[in-house]
């Protein structure tokens, strides 16, 4: 999960979270929907059901499937497979 722009922490299910801008954090799914809902971004989450992983731009899948998303650490962005390439969703940029 990304955190929110504000940094804010969130409580979800009795258990608090926080993270600084930059950073990744790994929670159980049951509280990512309650993250979600306060602002914090899926860094995993894929619109076609491909799953969706998070690591350095090394460790980016060997076989993506067309729509996987990754979040690449070393680029600290989400970027998503165009079926040919990695692309920046944001810009169409390959990266």
Request: proline fraction near 6%.
């Amino acid at each position: 999960m990304l955190p929110p722009a504000g940094g804010a922490t969130t409580t979800a299910n009795g258990r608090s979270y926080s993270c600084a801008s930059g950073f990744t954090l790994d929670v159980p799914d049951f509280d990512a929907f309650v993250l979600i809902a306060n602002g914090w971004v899926n860094a995993a989450g894929s619109s076609n059901g491909a799953a969706g992983t998070v690591g350095t731009t090394s460790a980016r899948p060997a076989s993506p499937k067309f729509g996987q998303t990754f979040h690449d650490a070393t680029l600290n962005m989400n970027i998503v497979f165009d079926g040919k390439v990695w692309r920046n969703p944001a810009t169409g940029a390959a990266v």
